[in-house]
């Protein structure tokens, strides 16, 4: 036989025969809500159990990781006490941070700067770095489009005062390093806009000369990719007054396109829009032009 039950309603108490309710206690610290649990010391569970000597401490600690700690391998500490714990434990950090890094890992490191630095800079056709050891210094130039080339010489290389003047100077005076095309221009909330010289519409698939250029004004980027492969920058200012052929110009895509490959964007945007009418949801092109790079 079931025992009959009361229904209780989402705004009525629980009946009497019920256990009572009480306000359960919240398990997070008020201040707190988001981050740690309540902590509830408990003397038997939190006592301080020490260790009974540092071969048994250094014997635990060696247990914790699948390779044997290099205490061989530590830097020199003149003393520590609270005044230099800080600057004392940095120098242990970086010290093991530089150990766990391969050569191999720090090259692909070093590449990945270049990578970026192109990604961020589209008036760069040309990133610059250098990769450091013990034995000597490697050149890094990152080319947009085309890949990451080297040079590498020792410390004691007779020519390496010259090689390095001349590295530098390149970072300060880019020459063919830089697009003439870009002008960087305000910089309002840790963004950058650009002044972009096109030029003034060429034939179809004709090869710019640039003696009359159109001036597009503080674009914005908004999109880059694959800088060592098809490099593509994207811009946008949605209030452009730039005008082409009686249309406003108001994104403007820089791209990478290899001579002689099997497809050509500006084209098949052609037969997507026709005079008879538009497609709604792709892009129209209003403006395209061919531009050699300078470093080919």
Not at 53 to 66: A, E, I, N, R, V
Not at 105 to 125: E, G, N, V
């Amino acid at each position: 036989m079931q025992r009959p039950t009361t229904p209780v309603k989402s705004n009525q108490a629980p009946p009497s025969q019920s256990s009572p309710v009480t306000r359960v206690p919240p398990y997070f610290a008020e201040h707190k809500r988001d981050q740690v649990q309540v902590f509830a010391f408990n003397e038997e569970l939190h006592e301080l159990r020490d260790f009974e000597s540092s071969d048994g401490f250094l014997d635990f600690l060696d247990g914790s990781s699948d390779e044997p700690i290099p205490l061989s391998s530590i830097p020199h500490i003149k003393k520590w006490s609270t005044q230099t714990f800080l600057k004392a434990a940095n120098t242990i950090a970086k010290s093991i941070k530089s150990q766990r890094k391969t050569r191999e890992c720090q090259t692909q490191q070093a590449i990945s700067y270049l990578h970026y630095l192109l990604l961020a800079r589209p008036d760069l056709y040309v990133a610059q770095g250098m990769l450091t050891s013990k034995t000597g210094i490697k050149f890094l130039l990152g080319i947009g489009g085309h890949g990451v080339r080297s040079f590498g010489v020792s410390w004691g290389c007779k020519e390496l005062t010259k090689l390095m003047y001349a590295f530098i100077f390149c970072l300060y005076r880019p020459g063919k390093f830089a697009d003439p095309s870009y002008e960087i221009g305000q910089v309002k909330d840790n963004q950058v806009t650009y002044t972009i010289k096109i030029p003034a519409i060429p034939e179809d698939d004709a090869v710019a000369t640039g003696q009359q250029v159109v001036l597009c004004h503080d674009f914005l980027p908004i999109y880059a990719s694959s800088p060592f492969a098809t490099r593509t920058h994207v811009f946008s200012k949605p209030d452009s007054e730039v005008t082409i052929n009686g249309k406003r110009l108001t994104v403007l895509k820089d791209q990478l396109c290899r001579v002689g490959t099997r497809f050509h964007e500006h084209g098949i945007l052609g037969c997507v829009h026709t005079q008879e009418g538009k497609v709604p949801g792709v892009v129209e092109a209003v403006y395209n032009a061919v531009i050699k790079l300078p470093l080919v």
